[in-house]
């Protein structure tokens, strides 16, 4: 395409703008996802409507093609990172509007290990989903991780590790969930390279999550079950 074809956003009616978006985002174009935000904002789009139509739904074909191998780490990273451009001018506005929540993850590396990118991924497609995401950062010990799921009143708790000696620390903070009484009272989803399903399930985990696309389906999965059994208590 030259630059003399060079598409002009606030002329696209809104369908295609929200296309656009779409191409935009995949593309990781910050400045152009901004844009966009704020052209539908003028147009009088309620600020949840342009987070659903145009953001998670651009984010949710990244997901899809970053799953099936088409896109990698790198890409999915620019992506979630124009994502985060769109959401700070909307985040606010939220706010005000009370917005409904697709539910609130604590999310963080355990005790002893440092990685973060696969970390920072999922809190990255996390919020492409709508959700709030809480980021404790790496290495935290599981008092850390409980004192934040009471203070920002989460549904999820988010745990990675990279490394084959710090796995076990997720049983660690299980096990002290389960002793204080509070297991129950929150989705448990664990990942890092090492982790497999039997892992998971070994230590008490409700979901082990190979990727960042599979977190994000298991936590939708997850809080519609909790949503569904609250209604019929």
Request: hydrophobic residues 45%; negative net charge.
């Amino acid at each position: 395409m030259s630059d003399d074809d060079e598409i002009i956003l606030s002329e696209l009616d809104d369908e295609e703008l929200v296309q656009q978006m779409f191409d935009d985002l995949y593309d990781g174009l910050k400045e152009e996802i901004e844009e966009g935000v704020n052209i539908l904002l003028e147009r009088g789009w309620e600020p949840y409507d342009i987070l659903t139509k145009a953001l998670v739904g651009g984010m949710t074909i990244v997901g899809a093609d970053f799953r099936d191998g088409i896109l990698f780490v790198p890409e999915v990273l620019l992506a979630a990172n124009a994502m985060k451009g769109g959401m700070a001018i909307l985040k606010p506005l939220l706010a005000e509007t009370g917005a409904p929540r697709v539910g609130k993850m604590v999310i963080g590396t355990v005790k002893g290990d440092i990685h973060d990118i696969g970390k920072n991924l999922v809190g990255m497609m996390m919020e492409g989903a709508g959700f709030e995401v809480v980021d404790l950062g790496i290495n935290n010990p599981v008092e850390k991780y409980l004192e934040a799921l009471d203070a920002e009143g989460a549904d999820i708790l988010g745990m990675s590790a990279l490394l084959t000696t710090t796995m076990p620390y997720m049983k660690v903070v299980i096990d002290t969930m389960v002793e204080q009484g509070i297991r129950d009272d929150f989705i448990v989803l664990v990942g890092g390279a090492p982790l497999n399903e039997e892992f998971g399930k070994a230590i008490g985990a409700d979901a082990y999550c190979r990727d960042a696309a599979v977190a994000v389906e298991t936590a939708k999965e997850w809080m519609s079950r909790k949503h569904n059994s609250a209604k019929s208590a």
